[in-house]
């Protein structure tokens, strides 16, 4: 069974920087499209930035395109999120998932980490 374990998460005041991991367990993760999606409480998930199996492909949301960065390290089985500039509204729970095809809907991922909070705050 694959699993997808989050961390890296916090508090960081208005315009900060945090980075995010994720690591793949139980697959090889060059298998998957790995992707990041945050949700809020009584929010449906939402699409932040996916990345293709080789890494040379991204996509990100019009609310974090140009400060956020997504990568991937196939030999670890890791994939990334650094975050910049980051504002109050980036406040959510921060998911991994893993998936067959390039898709910015949450349904299209098979797997998903049990997330990491994000705090933006001063």
């Known amino acids: 069974q694959v699993q997808l374990v989050e961390s890296g998460g916090g508090l960081v005041p208005p315009g900060g920087s945090l980075s995010l991991s994720c690591t793949v367990s139980?697959?090889?993760?060059?298998?998957?499209?790995l992707a990041w999606f945050r949700q809020v409480p009584g929010k449906d998930r939402d699409f932040v930035a996916f990345?293709?199996?080789?890494?040379?492909?991204?996509n990100y949301s019009s609310a974090v395109k140009g400060r956020f960065t997504i990568s991937r390290d196939n030999a670890k089985n890791t994939v990334y999120l650094q975050m910049d500039s980051l504002k109050p509204e980036d406040t959510a729970v921060y998911h991994c998932?893993?998936?067959?095809?390039?898709?910015?809907?949450?349904?299209?991922?098979?797997?998903w980490g049990q997330g990491t909070q994000v705090t933006v705050s001063s």
């Open positions: 139980g697959g090889t993760s060059s298998t998957y499209v």
């Open positions: 998932a893993a998936g067959p095809d390039l898709n910015v809907y949450a349904r299209a991922y098979n797997f």
């Open positions: 990345i293709n199996r080789n890494g040379d492909l991204q």
